[in-house]
Structure formats: structure tokens, C-alpha cells
Nanobody
């Protein structure tokens, strides 16, 4: 079973990116998909999560007003839209699956490979 994050890249400050998390290879049942990030020399930070069945979302303070999490109609892909990016948003972004609605990374037991986002001019 796998989660696969993609869509990262190099973007200028103020720019946007859309990250994707494919769950098509993930055969276990899950309740929510969370997004987390880890910058060099920093610990992992929670960004947001979305509940698969109803699409309800939750954002941490770092994500509010700039990032948007959504899912496709089939529920096989979860997106994280990043806008108004700043150099401090530079990090590896990960998606993960949980059996509960939680922003706590300890509640996420299935993690995908991350995708690098670099914000630089």
C-alpha cells in the first residue's frame, strides 16, 4: 500500500503550486489524509487534513488563508494548493493517512514519500 505525493518544484516568492497525493495504490481503509512538511534543520510541521468521506478540512495557522486542501470526486487524489508562497515555506511536503480526524502526526501511520517545494528567487 502506498501514498504518493507529487507536484513539488522551484517557485518564486509569491508564486503558487498544487501538490497531489495519490491514494490509488493505498488499499487500506482510512478516514483522513493529512499534509505535513519538514524544512531543513526543523522538525515536521502539520499543515492541514481532509476527511475522505465528507471533505471537511482543518488548517493549522501556517496554512490558513494561503493553502487549500481538497479531494477529487472519486476520493483517490487529495490536493494541497499552495499560494502566496514564501521562502520559509521551503520544505519537503508529505501526505499521510489516518483512521481518525487529527492534526497530530502521531495519529498518522501511513506515509508517502515527500515532494520538495523550494521557494526562492
Amino acid at each position: 500500500f502506498q501514498l504518493q505525493a507529487s507536484g513539488g518544484g522551484l517557485v518564486q516568492p509569491g508564486g503558487s503550486l498544487i501538490l497531489s497525493c495519490s491514494t490509488s495504490g493505498f488499499t487500506l481503509d482510512y478516514f483522513a489524509i493529512g499534509w505535513f512538511r519538514q524544512a531543513p534543520t526543523k522538525g515536521r510541521e502539520a499543515v492541514a487534513y481532509i476527511i475522505k468521506s465528507v471533505g471537511r478540512t482543518y488548517y493549522t495557522d501556517l496554512a490558513k488563508d494561503r493553502f487549500t486542501v481538497s479531494r477529487d470526486a472519486a476520493g483517490t487524489t487529495v490536493y494541497l494548493q499552495l499560494a502566496s508562497l514564501k521562502p520559509e515555506d521551503t520544505a519537503v511536503y508529505y501526505c499521510a493517512a489516518s483512521n481518525i480526524a487529527s492534526i497530530n502526526e502521531d495519529d498518522y501511520h501511513y506515509w508517502g514519500q515527500g515532494t520538495q517545494v523550494t521557494v526562492s528567487s
